[in-house]
């Protein structure tokens, strides 16, 4: 079984957000950063700021927690952000090297 983390990115307005699920956070976060599917939402909404993420031990706890997570109101999405990062700053450096840890 893969590890797994749940993640929310957001637009530099902070006017969109984007929840997801990858087994590599580092390589998911660049993929947004890059635009690498140029059609998907995170690419047309140029959401690619990493403000919040969760880490599990298997990713169908990391897919569970997703969907709670887009179940819930813009509110509690934005409550989530504030609860670990109330500034919205970019969490990508301190992530960068989560999978060699």
Known sequence: MKPGFVYIITNKYQTVVYVGVTSN???RIIEHKNKKHPTSFSAR???SILVY???FQWIEDAIAREKQIKAGS???K???IQSINPPWKDLFDEIRN???E
Do not use: C
Request: aromatic residues 12%.
């Open 25 to 27: 956070l580092p390589q």
């Open 45 to 47: 909404y140029d959401v």
């Open 53 to 55: 993420y969760e880490q």
């Open 74 to 76: 813009r509110a509690a």
């Open 78 to 80: 934005n409550k989530l």
């Open 98 to 100: 989560i999978m060699t």
